[in-house]
């Protein structure tokens, strides 16, 4: 079965600062990756994703991931955080050629001034 | 802009009451998905709809817990009877296949229940 690792349940930055929120995941075979957000009482937004071909992601509000199949990672960056970007983000994957979600428990991202 | 509706936004109800959650997926999607969100399990997958039939609930306990696709633009999350520890944020979400057989979910905004 698939399995998700989110490392830190909260991560604190300061505005300006780079965003990193590191996802693992374990399968033997490189799946689908997502990147979700959450805003405060709201359903959750797809970000990013990566299926095939440039393991550079781009996604909204400035987020990129990149894919490393040797590091079985997906982590997700900004260059430079807002105070609009205090969320909290899940990372996801999928089996290629199935339609569920595997969800991790989520990182809080705090943005200060 | 198409998005996921879901109803109720809140509820509050008493232990044992029926509870009845409703969703209306984006029109066109064929694949339906219910979660449900709690500080301690992070995001569940209950149960999912391809083409209204049902494919996967094993994510429900099956004593209380039903989901039906009546028709293609309603999709129910219904539990009966209650208990407290079904509060939670419960999410549906739709999708179809896109490029290589992935799915793009989109969720609604949840329904957030209390059981007190």
């Known amino acids: 079965a698939q399995s998700v690792t989110q490392l830190g349940s909260h991560v604190s930055v300061s505005e300006g600062a780079l965003v990193l929120l590191r996802c693992n995941y374990s399968?033997?075979?490189?799946?689908?990756l997502f990147w979700y957000v959450q805003y405060p009482n709201q359903g959750l937004q797809l970000l990013l994703k990566y299926t095939t071909g440039a393991t550079l992601v781009k996604g909204i509000n400035g987020f990129e991931a990149e894919f490393k199949k040797s590091e079985t990672s997906f982590h997700l960056t900004k260059p430079s955080a807002h105070m609009s970007d205090a969320a909290e983000y899940f990372c996801?994957?999928?089996?290629?050629?199935?339609?569920?979600?595997?969800f991790g428990k989520g990182t809080m991202l705090l943005v200060s001034p | 802009d198409a998005r996921v509706t879901q109803t109720p936004r809140h509820k509050v109800t008493e232990m044992g009451q029926e509870v009845t959650m409703r969703c209306q997926p984006i029109l066109g999607h064929n694949t339906v998905f219910w979660y449900r969100q709690t500080m301690m399990q992070g995001l569940e997958l209950l149960a999912y709809f391809r083409n209204r039939a049902p494919l996967d609930d094993s994510g429900m306990p099956k004593d209380r817990f039903s989901a039906e696709m009546p028709d293609a633009t309603l999709a129910t999350l219904k539990i009966q009877p209650s208990e407290p520890r079904d509060s939670a944020v419960y999410f549906c979400a739709s999708g179809s296949p896109g490029p290589g057989g992935t799915y793009e979910q989109y969720f609604g905004p949840g329904t957030r229940l209390t059981v007190t």
């Open positions: 399968s033997s075979v490189p799946p689908y």
């Open positions: 996801a994957v999928s089996d290629r050629g199935y339609s569920t979600l595997t």
